[in-house]
C-alpha cells in the first residue's frame, strides 16, 4: 500500500472514529446534566443515534452513495426494512396481548 493512500485512510478512520465518540459522549452528557426536557433529550438522543448509524456506514464499512457502492447500501437498507418490520410487528402482537389481558 503506498503511503500517501496508507496515511488518507488511517485519517479516515481517526475521523470516523473522532466523530463517533462525540456523538457518543454528547447524548451520555445530556442525560447526566439532565438540562433538557425529557423529549428533548430523547430528540437529541435519536438525532445522535441516526448520525452515529451514517457515520459507522461511511467511515467504517466504507459505504457512501457512489454509484459502484448502490448495492451494499441496497442490501444494508433490506435488513433494516426487514429488522422494522419485525420489531413493529413483535410490538403490534405484543400490544395487542396486552390488551386483551
Keep these: 500500500m503506498s503511503e500517501p493512500n496508507y496515511q488518507q485512510e488511517v485519517r ?5 472514529f473522532g466523530l463517533a465518540l462525540v456523538l457518543t459522549l454528547v447524548p451520555f452528557a445530556l442525560v447526566l446534566r439532565g438540562d433538557l426536557s425529557p423529549l428533548a433529550t430523547l430528540i ?3 438525532g445522535c443515534g441516526l448520525a452515529q448509524f451514517v457515520v459507522q456506514l461511511r467511515f467504517f464499512l466504507h459505504i457512501d452513495l457512489r454509484r459502484q457502492k448502490r448495492e451494499d447500501l ?3 437498507l433490506f435488513s433494516v ?4 418490520i419485525m420489531a413493529g ?7 395487542n396481548l396486552g390488551m386483551r389481558m
Design 12 to 16: 479516515g478512520y481517526l475521523t470516523g
Design 44 to 46: 437529541v438522543l435519536g
Design 74 to 76: 441496497q442490501l444494508i
Design 81 to 84: 426494512l426487514l429488522l422494522v
Design 89 to 95: 410487528g413483535t410490538i403490534w402482537i405484543i400490544g
